[in-house]
Each structure stands twice: as structure tokens, then as C-alpha cells.
């Protein structure tokens, strides 16, 4: 079975200041990667997903990801945030299809906060 | 991506009664699934919903507590029964828009306050 563990449970960060979201996984399997923001009173929506292939993946609205399969990490980071970028930030892990299994486990999540 | 929308988007409730939520997806996906997400946590996975067949629960999810219908590729509902405060959550769908990548696209969610 599979983990996630998001270390940190908020992050406050000046605007147009540098971002990390920390993301470790624990699996015995190769393993498919996303993150998902949530916005306030809104469902989930994909940011970026690692399914195989070049380690560092972009997705919207300026975040990247680098998965790093020593460190079992797969960290969120964006170079200058924004107040629109306020939200609550969550990792998910699953098998890969190839284990027949397409579920996602979700980490506890990382709320950003941008301060003006 | 896949567009859904569940209704309602939220609702207040007497303890003891039922609420079906509805979830409603614009083009036939296989897999669809049932989340909750309590107040201030992560998101949990309730079940998994596909078309002609029983959903399958998540260890501490039962069928009488929260049934659930998949009666085409591109509709599902899930009902909590008998609810109580602790059923107070946030019920999201989501469908896996094609296999082979496990990337599920989000409902915005159904509000649930009991009381």
C-alpha cells in the first residue's frame, strides 16, 4: 500500500516570493504522481501530474514538479507567487494502472497562504 | 478534462434522514468515484463506481450506510443514510478520464451539514 506525507500543514509566503510544497510518498510499487489545488468552497483541480519520463514536470498557472525517486519526493515549487495562488495544495500518489488499481491517495494537504 | 457538476452544491439536514447526491459527467467515462472530504482534512475514498457493476467500498464504507447507483457511463449517485453531525463533509465525485494514466477530474463538491 501506498502514502503520502505532506510535511508541512501551511505555508505563509510574501507575494512574488519563491515557493515550495514539500511532497514524500511511500510505495513499494512505481508509482503515478499529481498535485491538486483546491480553492476556497471549490472542488479539486489538477495542477500537474508525473506519469513517466523527464523528472520535471510543469503544470498550470506557473507550478513545477521534480520527482525524485532516491528521496521518494515529488515537491511543488513555483518561482514567484501570486494572491490568486491562496489555496489548499494536495499530493496524491497512485499504483499506476499496470497493478490494475487506479486509486489515489491523498496526503493531508498544505495551505498557502499569500501575504500582500 | 471531463466537466461534472453534482447536485445540490450544498444542504442542511435533519439527523436521521437520507440525501442522494447526484453527479453528472459531459462525455462516458468507466471509472467514477466517490470521495469525502471532512472539515479541515483530506480527502478519503469512499468508493469506486463502475458502469454494470456493484461499487466497490473503501475499508470502514458500507453499502447501507451510503449506497450508491451507476446506471450509465455518465451519471452516479451516492446516498448517505440515516445521517448524523459526524456525516457533516464535503462529498465529491470524480471519473478517471482515460486508463492508463489514473488522472481523476474533480466534482466541485456537495456541501453536507447535519445537524
Known amino acids: 500500500a501506498q502514502s503520502v506525507t505532506q510535511l508541512d500543514s501551511q505555508v505563509p509566503v510574501f507575494e512574488e516570493a519563491p515557493v515550495e510544497l514539500r511532497c514524500n510518498y511511500s510505495?513499494?510499487?512505481?508509482?503515478?504522481l499529481f498535485w491538486y489545488v483546491q480553492y476556497p468552497n471549490q472542488g479539486l483541480q489538477l495542477l500537474l501530474k508525473?506519469?513517466?519520463?523527464?523528472?520535471l514536470v510543469k503544470g498550470i498557472n506557473g507550478f513545477e514538479a521534480e520527482f525524485n525517486k532516491s528521496q521518494t519526493s515529488f515537491h511543488l515549487r513555483k518561482p514567484s507567487v501570486h494572491i490568486s495562488d491562496t489555496a489548499e495544495y494536495f499530493c496524491a500518489v497512485s499504483q499506476g494502472t499496470n497493478f490494475g488499481n487506479e486509486k489515489l491517495t491523498f496526503g493531508t494537504g498544505t495551505r498557502l497562504t499569500i501575504i500582500p | 478534462s471531463a466537466v461534472i457538476s453534482q447536485k445540490p452544491s450544498r444542504d442542511i439536514c435533519q439527523r436521521g434522514t437520507s440525501l442522494t447526491i447526484q453527479c453528472q459527467v459531459d462525455s462516458q467515462v468507466t471509472m467514477m468515484f466517490w470521495y469525502r472530504q471532512q472539515p479541515g482534512q483530506s480527502l478519503t475514498l469512499i468508493a469506486t463506481a463502475n458502469q454494470g457493476s456493484e461499487a466497490t467500498y473503501e475499508s470502514g464504507f458500507v453499502i447501507d450506510k451510503f449506497p450508491i447507483s451507476r446506471p450509465n457511463l455518465t451519471f452516479s449517485t451516492l446516498t448517505v443514510s440515516n445521517m448524523s453531525p459526524e456525516d457533516s463533509s464535503i462529498y465529491l465525485c470524480?471519473?478517471?478520464?482515460?486508463?492508463?494514466?489514473?488522472?481523476?477530474?474533480f466534482g466541485p463538491g456537495t456541501r453536507l451539514t447535519v445537524l
Open positions: 510505495s513499494s510499487v512505481s508509482v503515478y
Open positions: 470524480s471519473v478517471s478520464a482515460r486508463t492508463g494514466t489514473d488522472t481523476q477530474y
Open positions: 508525473y506519469l513517466s519520463g523527464s523528472t
